[in-house]
């Protein structure tokens, strides 16, 4: 089932996302700093970082739609 949100509703999703990517990727220049390769880590937060980025680009698409 579709659902309509506002304007505010994606902008605040958007920003909340934004928020949260900008935190994973400073953890993971922290972690990559301390551990310089360790693999397991780097494929968990990258995979992470992804999602929010599509949640982001699809929110936009959302907004401009809107607008």
């Known amino acids: 089932?579709?659902?309509i949100y506002t304007s505010e509703q994606?902008?605040?999703e958007?920003?909340?996302l934004r928020r949260e990517k900008e935190e994973i990727r400073n953890n993971?220049?922290?972690a990559l700093?301390?551990?310089q390769k360790k693999s397991s880590g780097e494929i968990n937060a990258s995979g992470l970082l992804h999602n929010?980025?599509?949640k982001i680009e699809n929110l936009e698409r959302k907004l401009d739609s809107l607008l």
């Open 1 to 3: 089932m579709n659902t």
């Open 10 to 12: 994606i902008k605040k």
């Open 14 to 16: 958007l920003a909340e």
């Open 28 to 30: 993971r220049v922290a």
């Open 33 to 35: 700093s301390k551990y």
């Open 52 to 54: 929010i980025e599509r």
